[in-house]
């Protein structure tokens, strides 16, 4: 093993491999050089391997002695990561490698993701195949890309490419979880046309900011109440309106659609004689928010500082209004919760992005639900608070709902090799957030048995993200084991 940070860390031949692909710059549509690498791994181990147009990679292995006729094993998991970073942290993702650390149990990245999420999975096909030790029936690595905007990888996969009928995923964030259901969604994004015009008069410009939120991922932590920047700032500036007249310059906030906004911020020109009026608004806004929001958002913050220079353009007023309307209007967070699964959030929303553009302001919302006829629902809700404030709506990125098998053959074994490991039952449940088992479920007419399972993640989609080692070595051996029982 090559000597870096996690030499020393067990299990050594999944950390090896995580190391190396955390040295490979793979944000979702930048997965040339991990595609590539997948490839020549699977060449340097004489392994049959399959690259396709989307950089989708499928690398099958013969079973191990006494398995060569086994059913075939279908290990699958994501290239791709989520790309954040703390403020301040100089870091370029096109170019530069992650940079590990290891605190205690804890496997961190240096101000960025850790991309845990998914490189986890692509560790551990990766230690299976090269390993001469382990035994496992045939076993096809399904590597897709751009998992994180929009599964666009599982989308393009050809089913021609693959021969195994049982999949297991890795791709799931909590240990002793078995997944075995999963949302589907859709991304509704809408534009307002802006026509820009010259500001008058005596006039100040000021950054209105939203920052310190904890953000996260926007199905597994949707339930957790906390802000939404995005949402926080639509209500900031249409209760200012009454008392000051300001002009909108700018507007935005977060960063991934499928991320909680950590961060929002406006451009606003107000006259010379309201300043002051604007700042004690703010400072009132501010206390009213961190008290609602103490304990899911503890370090929330509204900041109100003079731009460096006056801003050259505004929004009309009615366009400004109607942006911000739409914005206070639009649903966000937990929207039903399922009546069959306890403690399962059965429909949501999530205000992930607002742009301001040349000509417009971008917005976009991910909606996720178990049920299509919800999903639907919500998109419909949506254009109806476009349609009120002039906004045009176009649905993009739909993913299926991943139904429940109650004749699953592997979820069975995946019980019983827990038990006989861990001396107890594993949690058999569905997760609130898009899995590529509901596009394979499509894709394969619903002639694969599926499950997902992961090592403990935390702060997945965050700058903050951290994986446990512990964790990843107990679920390593539960792997193991599973593909030894699967003769």
């Known amino acids: 093993m090559e000597d870096g940070t996690l030499k020393d860390v067990e299990p050594a031949e999944v950390f090896k491999y995580f190391e190396k692909i955390s040295s490979i710059p793979r ?16 060449k340097k181990h004489g392994l049959d391997v399959i690259q396709d147009d989307a950089l989708n990679v499928v690398i099958k292995a013969p079973g191990s002695k006494g398995y060569e006729n086994s059913p075939g094993i279908v290990i699958q998991g994501h290239m791709d990561m989520v790309c954040e970073k703390k403020p301040g942290t100089e870091h370029d993702f096109m170019v530069d490698p992650i940079e590990l650390k290891v605190v205690d149990d804890m496997l961190y990245a240096s101000g ?3 991309g845990a999420d998914d490189g986890i999975a692509v560790a551990m096909g990766l230690a299976v195949l090269a390993s001469e030790n382990i035994s496992h029936p045939p076993i096809e690595l399904v590597v897709t890309t751009s998992e994180e905007t929009g599964m666009n990888g599982a989308l393009a996969l050809d089913p021609k490419n693959v021969s ?44 209105i900011g939203i920052e310190g939120l904890r953000g996260g991922h926007s199905g ?13 700032l639509a209500r900031l500036l249409r209760n200012l309106r009454p008392q000051i007249d300001f002009s909108l310059s700018s507007i935005e906030g977060g960063s991934k659609q499928n991320a909680i906004a950590r961060q929002a911020q406006a451009v606003v020109c107000v ?26 958002d503890p370090d929330l913050k509204v900041v109100l500082k003079a731009a460096k220079e006056n801003a050259q353009k505004v929004m009309p007023v009615e366009t400004a209004e109607n942006i911000v309307n739409f914005l206070y209007l639009i649903p966000n967070g937990v929207q039903s919760m399922s009546m069959d699964i306890e403690g399962l959030v059965e429909s949501s929303l999530n205000l992930g992005i607002v742009q301001t ?9 991910s909606i996720r639900s178990s049920l299509g006829s919800i999903k639907r629902n919500i998109f419909d809700i949506i254009s109806a608070a476009a349609d009120l404030t002039g906004g045009k709506v176009t649905g993009e ?8 098998n109650p004749d699953s053959k592997i979820r069975e074994v995946f019980i019983d090799v827990y038990e006989r490991l861990f001396g107890k039952k594993p949690l058999v449940t569905a997760i609130h957030a898009g899995l590529e ?36 070595q107990r679920t390593w051996k539960y792997l193991v084991e599973v593909l030894k029982s699967l003769k």
């Open 27 to 42: 944000g979702s549509g930048n997965e040339k050089g991990i595609s590539d690498y997948l490839v020549s791994f699977a």
């Open 112 to 114: 960025t993701t850790l």
């Open 164 to 207: 195994g009928r049982t999949l297991i995923n890795i791709d799931s964030e909590e240990e002793g979880k078995l997944l075995v259901s999963c949302a589907g969604g859709c991304s509704a994004r809408i534009s307002f046309p802006i026509t820009w015009k010259n500001l008058d008069g005596d006039f100040e410009t000021y950054v």
């Open 220 to 232: 597994s932590e949707i339930h957790k109440g906390r802000a939404n920047s995005n949402k926080l």
């Open 271 to 296: 006259n010379k004689k309201d300043g002051s009026l604007l700042k004690n608004r703010v400072s009132s806004l501010e206390k009213i928010f961190k008290d609602e929001f103490k304990t899911a």
């Open 357 to 365: 553009k040349e000509d417009t302001v971008e917005i976009i919302s």
């Open 397 to 404: 990125a739909s993913y299926p709902e991943w139904k429940y």
């Open 437 to 472: 088992c509901a596009l394979f479920e499509e894709k394969f007419n619903g002639q694969l048995d599926m499950i997902s399972l992961g090592p403990t993640m935390f702060g997945v989609h965050t700058a903050d993200e951290h994986l446990s080692i512990s964790s990843t």
